[in-house]
């Protein structure tokens, strides 16, 4: 039957999802072990609102099912295609993926810690940067006592690497 024939009321309405975070195309979805469980986590969380769902009318539980298999879909794939990095296997002595790395920034009298970490767990107000940051970029492959040079909104920042370390 055509969709000119039906209802206004009996179309489905398709669910806005937000977008995980952004992954470049092709590139590998790196996660630490963290991360992982945080990823499986969020995905109990939706599989026990999905089993959940109560003392609703049919359309709202309708809506509301298929907004959860949406997100259930994103978080699917992006589990699928994670790369758990054990960072006991990373070299101690270089910044890696999943380092805890304290820098100095050139000028200043202040430390600042941050860790590498994959997109989805990537927050800064906890010290976490995704790896696909700026800051990571410069960062990656350098040892205690280099120094990085990051450029943001037109001016260079120099940090002093004081300590690496995995955990």
Same mark, same amino acid.
């Given at each position: 039957m055509s !969709?000119? %024939?039906?209802?206004?009321?009996?179309?489905?309405?398709?669910?806005?999802?937000?977008? !995980? &975070? @952004?992954?470049? &195309?092709? &590139?590998?979805? %790196?996660?630490?072990?963290?991360?992982?469980?945080q990823l499986l986590a969020e995905q109990q969380m939706l599989i026990d609102e999905k089993n959940d769902l109560k003392n609703t009318s049919d359309d709202e539980k309708r809506i509301t099912?298929? @907004?959860?298999?949406?997100?259930?879909q994103l978080l699917n794939n992006r589990i699928a295609e994670a790369k758990v990095i054990n960072l006991?296997?990373?070299?101690?002595?270089? /910044? !890696? %993926?999943? &380092?805890l790395i304290t820098l100095k920034t050139?000028?200043?009298d202040k430390n600042q810690t941050f860790q590498i970490v994959g997109v989805d767990e990537a927050n800064i107000s906890e010290g976490k940067v995704s790896f696909i940051a700026p800051l990571a970029k410069v960062l990656i492959n350098k040892k205690i006592g280099d120094k990085v040079k990051?450029?943001?909104?037109?001016?260079?920042?120099? %940090?002093? /690497?004081?300590?690496?370390? @995995?955990f």
């Amino acid at each position: 039957m055509s !969709r000119g %024939f039906v209802k206004e009321d009996d179309q489905e309405e398709v669910p806005i999802v937000p977008q !995980r &975070a @952004y992954l470049p &195309a092709g &590139a590998t979805n %790196f996660v630490t072990p963290s991360g992982m469980n945080q990823l499986l986590a969020e995905q109990q969380m939706l599989i026990d609102e999905k089993n959940d769902l109560k003392n609703t009318s049919d359309d709202e539980k309708r809506i509301t099912l298929n @907004y959860i298999n949406a997100k259930l879909q994103l978080l699917n794939n992006r589990i699928a295609e994670a790369k758990v990095i054990n960072l006991k296997e990373q070299p101690q002595n270089e /910044i !890696r %993926f999943g &380092a805890l790395i304290t820098l100095k920034t050139e000028g200043g009298d202040k430390n600042q810690t941050f860790q590498i970490v994959g997109v989805d767990e990537a927050n800064i107000s906890e010290g976490k940067v995704s790896f696909i940051a700026p800051l990571a970029k410069v960062l990656i492959n350098k040892k205690i006592g280099d120094k990085v040079k990051l450029t943001q909104a037109g001016k260079d920042i120099v %940090f002093e /690497i004081i300590d690496i370390s @995995y955990f």
